[in-house]
Nanobody, 116 residues
């Protein structure tokens, strides 16, 4: 089993920066081969933001490429999302995801609101 807990969300002005963190714990954390961040705005489907493998291969949505950076710490079992040049369209609930061969796990989400 894997439990994921996100933190770092909040209210930020357009052009500002925010850093999200996700802590993984549980019996199966050593079986995780990829983690990622997804977001869901009101009335919209959940969409991929960024993913990273245990080998640190990364993938980004076109809408965030160049502004967001995903990273991980395989010792601390953490994944991070550094967000800069934030736009109102980035406003969403952000969810941490972890995958192994058998399951996909989700955190509870953390709200990011970009507004003046």
């Amino acid at each position: 089993q894997v439990q994921l807990v996100e933190s770092g969300g909040g209210l930020v002005q357009p052009g500002g920066s925010l850093r999200l963190s996700c802590a993984a714990s549980g019996r199966s954390i050593n079986t995780i081969y990829a983690m990622g961040w997804y977001r869901q705005a009101p009335g919209q489907q959940r969409e991929l933001v960024a993913t990273i493998t245990s080998g640190r291969t990364t993938n980004y949505a076109d809408s965030v490429k160049g502004r967001f950076t995903i990273s991980n710490d395989n010792v601390k079992k953490m994944v991070y999302l550094q967000m800069s040049s934030l736009k109102p369209e980035d406003t969403a609930a952000y969810y941490c995801n972890a995958r192994n061969l058998l399951n996909s796990y989700w955190g509870q989400g953390t709200q990011v609101t970009v507004s003046s």
